[in-house]
């Protein structure tokens, strides 16, 4: 199954393919972001700055290099460990994993500043995201700021280039742009398209998923 996403660190427009059964909860376009997104989970970031934990934590690590020792590092390891891992995750009651996920989500959102994405961006993300809606579908949760031209491809900071989505129609709507980019190769007239579709009709019910969970790619 081919999936396109934004990698929830950068923003960076990634075209992945997935069996059905492996599609993670989370996308990155890579380890590296991966691992500044862990950074912003302030379950963990509490949680280590506890002495006794990090003692405890230390104490595990010392004890699986010296019973793994080569092995240590090798695929099969890494994967029984993240299997471990899931089973933990499963444990938990959905309640418990749906407050999870929101504050991961909400503090990946308010904290992302990476790359093109300084501070002076993260205010003015702030602002427009403040009382405000999905252009698309109406939601109030997990709001991103939108550069309707990418920053990438030369899009400002403009407000006539930026819209408030979703996680979820953020996904949609960056993809729909990029098959039109596909057939017209002309991001201002792609602009003017996205602009005037999220302001007439701000509040398009989302059309249910495809079959094998793909997602609908319109505007």
Same mark, same amino acid.
């Given at each position: 199954?081919?999936?396109?996403? !934004?990698?929830?660190?950068?923003?960076?427009?990634? @075209?992945?393919?997935?069996?059905?059964?492996?599609?993670?909860?989370?996308?990155?376009?890579?380890r590296a972001c991966q691992n500044v997104w862990q950074k912003?989970?302030?379950?963990? *970031?509490?949680? !280590?700055?506890?002495?006794?934990?990090?003692?405890?934590?230390?104490?595990?690590?010392?004890?699986?290099?010296?019973?793994?020792?080569?092995?240590?590092? =090798?695929?099969?390891?890494?994967?029984?460990?993240?299997?471990?891992?899931?089973?933990?995750?499963?444990?938990?009651?959905?309640?418990?994993?749906?407050?999870?996920?929101?504050?991961?989500?909400?503090?990946?959102?308010?904290?992302?500043?990476?790359?093109?994405?300084?501070?002076?961006?993260?205010?003015? =993300?702030?602002?427009?995201?403040?009382?405000?809606?999905?252009? @698309?579908?109406?939601?109030?949760?997990?709001?991103?700021?939108?550069?309707?031209?990418?920053?990438?491809?030369?899009?400002? @900071?403009?407000?006539?280039?930026?819209?408030?989505?979703?996680?979820?129609?953020?996904?949609i709507v960056e993809s729909a742009q990029y098959e039109l980019? !596909?057939?017209?190769?002309?991001?201002?007239?792609?602009?003017?398209?996205?602009?005037? @579709?999220?302001?007439?009709?701000?509040? *398009?019910?989302?059309?249910?998923?495809?079959?094998?969970?793909?997602?609908?790619?319109?505007?």
């Open positions: 199954m081919i999936i396109e996403f !934004n990698c929830e660190t950068c923003g960076k427009a990634v @075209r992945r393919s997935y069996s059905q059964n492996s599609i993670p909860k989370h996308f990155f376009c890579s912003t989970r302030q379950d963990i *970031v509490e949680k !280590n700055k506890d002495p006794e934990f990090r003692k405890k934590v230390s104490a595990g690590l010392k004890r699986r290099k010296q019973i793994l020792k080569e092995d240590y590092h =090798s695929p099969e390891t890494k994967k029984k460990i993240g299997l471990a891992t899931r089973e933990h995750w499963e444990s938990y009651t959905d309640d418990k994993k749906e407050r999870l996920i929101k504050v991961l989500r909400n503090n990946g959102a308010s904290k992302r500043t990476y790359g093109t994405y300084d501070t002076e961006w993260h205010k003015l =993300s702030e602002e427009l995201r403040d009382g405000a809606v999905c252009s @698309r579908c109406g939601s109030t949760d997990y709001l991103h700021v939108h550069h309707i031209i990418p920053a990438k491809k030369g899009g400002s @900071r403009d407000r006539s280039n930026l819209v408030v989505l979703c996680s979820r129609c953020h996904r980019f !596909n057939l017209l190769e002309d991001w201002e007239l792609i602009r003017r398209i996205v602009k005037g @579709r999220l302001s007439n009709t701000p509040y *398009v019910k989302h059309k249910n998923s495809a079959a094998d969970g793909s997602q609908p790619c319109n505007l």
